[in-house]
């Protein structure tokens, strides 16, 4: 069963020979056996997780259930949800329950899905591996002394390790297709706008997009069916009408160009990962595919870009923690001001800080030109090449991470080395294009790599069915790690 | 372009977060590898570029100008570290 698509979950659950109720358990049990060594989950909720199966139940019964009516699911604990702590893996926010729902939250529940937990990740969305969390790293489940990945590493080791059918995530620079390469399973950051961010804990507003986790493609589209659409009460939640992701699945894949950009091809990435992404690329010949060389000239300036305008972002949103209205407030200060930078210092960890320091610079007095303006154009030319290059091609492919997963511990010290494993996935972020992750293959050590899929603005739909498509001739994806 | 450890604490301060002693030169070191990523953007001429501030250029979107939000003082204040009588407390700051 832990095996099952979310389409025969459905099956099963609509014809009555499993109950949501049975199939909350049989995974909050995994959770229980296998969450002390994987670290995926920050927060299980048993009794909410069986009262809302057991609603489920009754939806099932009345005949009014949905696609996700009674399938339990995995929150980042990036998501507010009301009554269960949103920590945002951080210690300022240890103790934090918030009064409300995120919009994907609220969407979710309104579909039937039932959540089992809040997963790790790392602190306030920021890292590449999962070790920045207050909780202690996720374990890839494929070897434990390795990263997942990150920043949403618990989600794609709850999917990865069958401890969660499917699991919520976001991408600001990587944070969902990283992971889910890092750990072999299906990933999807939409077009900027497409999820909103009612809700969801800010990093950088203008990059942060939700996303989802999947053991396939077909998974990660239905579960996007229900967290995609219009909210007011985002403002740069993008005006269109609702969509089935799933509408182009089956689709044949002859004639389908894909892009190739030269510059993610050139050096950088390590020869196992090109061996799987060159098979893959090889696989999708022989599908009827054809496949082009582009140019994406600018790339090589998004990492750069990326690290001005995320910690500028950054460093306004995450004011707002200051020990006054929620959060960690120290317990000892000697007037206001004190309070402030005792409570900040104690309740945000090394790297968190880092950014925000990095992001109160490039905006201060006399440098806005020179970094934050100068980051804003180069997002620009980053943003054409991209639009240039899709004149030649429908999809974009490449690598997803430009190495398999690496040890735990072996960059954690060295902030700039770890920026450097988002080089093919930020730029997508910073033209705000929708992106997946599959896996493709395995490298050394038998580990997962990812071939990431570019798309163009608001083609998710075409994006899954390439990803889907791929999937239907290979089985990559229904590799499991041999955990319990 | 390289920081001074001044600098650092004083980018610090802007920032309410406390640094101490022992941390300063550690973050200087830190900070200035990062800085040296991001001096490679100078490299660029852009002068003829004009800037991006979001993916999608579309105009804020307004709204009527009418009360939506409950009030939900109660709830909001349960989660505040030190509340009284509806108020959120914090250190004199007026003698």
């Not at chain 1, 005949?63 to 945002?88: N, W």
């Not at chain 1, 004190?338 to 968190?352: H, I, L, N, P």
């Amino acid at each position: 069963m832990i095996e099952a698509s979310l389409k025969d979950l459905a099956a099963a659950l609509r014809a009555g020979t499993l109950s949501s109720v049975e199939l909350a358990t049989l995974f909050l049990d995994r959770i229980d056996a296998l969450n002390p060594s994987l670290n995926a989950f920050i927060t299980v909720d048993r009794d909410g997780a069986l009262s809302a199966a057991r609603a489920a139940d009754a939806r099932l019964a009345a005949g009014t259930a949905g696609p996700l009516t009674g399938i339990p699911l995995a929150h980042k604990d990036v998501f507010c949800t009301e009554g269960v702590r949103t920590t945002c893996a951080s210690r300022m926010l240890e103790n934090f329950v918030s009064p409300y729902d995120a919009h994907v939250v609220s969407q979710l529940k309104a579909a039937g899905a039932v959540m089992l937990g809040k997963t790790n990740m790392d602190e306030y969305a920021m890292g590449s591996s999962n070790e920045n969390s207050h909780f202690g790293p996720a374990k890839n489940p494929w070897d434990a002394s390795r990263v997942p990945g990150g920043s949403s590493g618990g989600s794609a080791v709850a999917v990865a390790a069958r401890l969660a059918p499917m699991a919520t995530g976001t991408d600001t620079g990587g944070s969902v297709r990283q992971p889910a390469a890092l750990t072999g399973v299906t990933g999807i950051k939409p077009t900027y706008g497409v999820v909103s961010r009612y809700g969801m804990i800010a990093y950088a507003s203008s990059l942060d997009q939700g996303g989802a986790f999947g053991r396939s493609a077909e998974d990660c589209a239905l579960l996007l069916s229900a967290m995609a659409g219009f909210d007011p009460r985002d403002s740069t939640s993008v005006e269109r009408d609702t969509e089935d992701y799933t509408r182009e699945l089956g689709k044949p894949l002859a004639g389908l160009r894909i892009g190739l950009p030269k510059e993610f091809f050139a050096e950088g990435m390590d020869d196992d990962v090109r061996a799987a992404t060159e098979a893959a690329l090889e696989q999708y010949r022989q599908l009827g595919a054809t496949t082009v060389e582009v140019s994406l000239p600018n790339a090589k300036l998004a990492i750069p870009a990326y690290y001005v305008i995320a910690p500028a972002e950054a460093s306004s949103n995450l004011s707002r923690f200051d020990g006054v209205r929620y959060g960690h407030r120290a317990p000892e200060y000697v007037d206001l001001a004190d309070m402030y930078s005792k409570s900040r210092a104690q309740g945000f960890g090394a790297e968190v800080k880092r950014r925000i320091l990095v992001g109160t610079y490039v905006l201060s007095h006399g440098y806005y030109d020179a970094y934050y303006l100068q980051a804003q154009k180069l997002r620009r030319l980053i943003a054409e090449d991209f639009i240039a290059a899709f004149t030649h091609c429908d999809v974009i492919a490449g690598p997803t991470s430009p190495t398999v997963a690496w040890p735990i511990g072996e960059k954690s010290d060295d902030p700039v080395q770890m920026y450097l494993q988002d080089i093919y996935t930020i730029a997508v972020n910073l033209a705000g294009l929708p992106g997946l992750s599959l896996p493709c293959g395995t490298g050394a050590g038998d580990l997962p790599v990812g071939l990431q899929l570019i798309g163009n603005y608001f083609d998710e739909a075409r994006l899954l069915n390439v990803a889907h498509g791929f999937q239907q001739a290979t089985d990559w994806h229904r590799r499991m790690p041999a955990v319990g | 372009m390289s920081l001074s450890i001044d600098e650092v604490r004083h980018i610090a301060r802007l920032a309410r977060i406390e640094l101490g002693e022992g941390e300063a030169q550690d973050t200087l070191d830190k900070l200035n590898n990062i800085f040296g990523l991001i001096e490679q953007m100078q490299a660029v001429d852009t002068s003829q570029v004009e800037p991006m501030s979001h993916p999608q250029d579309v105009a804020q979107r307004l709204r009527d100008d009418i009360v939506t939000e409950s009030d939900r003082r109660d709830a909001y204040q349960r989660v505040a570290p030190q509340v009284e009588a509806g108020l959120y407390l914090v250190p004199k700051v007026i003698e």
